[in-house]
T-cell receptor, first 112, second 114 residues
């Protein structure tokens, strides 16, 4: 059974619209992360959350907002979508005090 | 600032040949180093990790990596590759435990020719 679920697997959006990417982890971890992988750049760290609180934000744009309704959920809301937002977004989790992050399968977003 | 460099964007080897994927890191402290693999249309899977101790660490599927503090390197090796090893390999640096950011290299795309 998958331990980190990301939904949807693929997502097509129009410029200017808003989408929410879902991430749920069932590893019992208390830290969660979002990363972005685009064609032009290596995997980039976006956010880290611990116990549902934002720990670090390396995303310049406020259009990207993480949302944590439960301790094992960390969704990513993206508003006013642009074609440059097209990328694969990976969710990851770890145990605080642990050194390894475990990654979900990713959501591939295409903005037209 | 932390950074990871994987100088080879693409590597092609024949099945059964040995493999080395290069990784150099930049970090002033004691690094946590990882190799992850991404198979086509899949997420990232951990191959191995290093923090301290024996500089040669063993991972899954016959992979190993060697840490060199003097060279700031963490190269990945495999004695004999299989076609199923074709994937993208990422070298990753972390500053420590907890909610530390992961710094990724650009990845090396490995193609194994049967």
């Amino acid at each position: 059974d998958p331990k980190i679920i990301q939904k949807p697997k693929y997502l097509v959006a129009v410029t200017g619209s808003e989408k929410i990417l879902i991430c749920e982890q069932y590893l019992g971890h208390n830290a969660m992360y979002w990363y972005r992988q685009s064609a032009k750049k290596p995997l980039e760290f976006m956010f880290s959350y611990s116990y549902q609180k934002l720990m670090d934000n390396q995303t310049a744009s406020s259009r990207f907002q993480p949302q944590s309704s439960k301790k094992n959920h960390l969704d990513l809301q993206i508003t006013a979508l642009k074609p440059d937002d097209s990328a694969t977004y990976f969710c990851a989790s770890s145990q605080l005090g642990g050194d390894t992050q475990y990654f979900g399968p990713g959501t591939r977003l295409l903005v037209l | 600032a932390q950074s990871v460099t994987q100088p080879d964007a693409r590597v092609t080897v024949s099945e059964g040949a040995s493999l080395q994927l290069r990784c150099k890191y930049s970090y002033s402290g004691t690094p946590y180093l990882f190799w992850y693999v991404q198979y086509p249309r899949q997420g990232l899977q951990l191959l191995l990790k290093y923090y301290s101790g024996d500089p040669v660490v063993q991972g899954v599927n016959g992979f190993e990596a060697e840490f060199s503090k003097s060279n700031s390197s963490f190269h990945l090796r495999k004695a004999s590759v299989h076609w199923s090893d074709s994937a993208v390999y990422f070298c990753v640096l972390s500053a420590g435990t907890g909610y530390q950011n992961f710094y990724f290299g650009k990845g090396t795309s490995l193609t194994v020719i049967p």
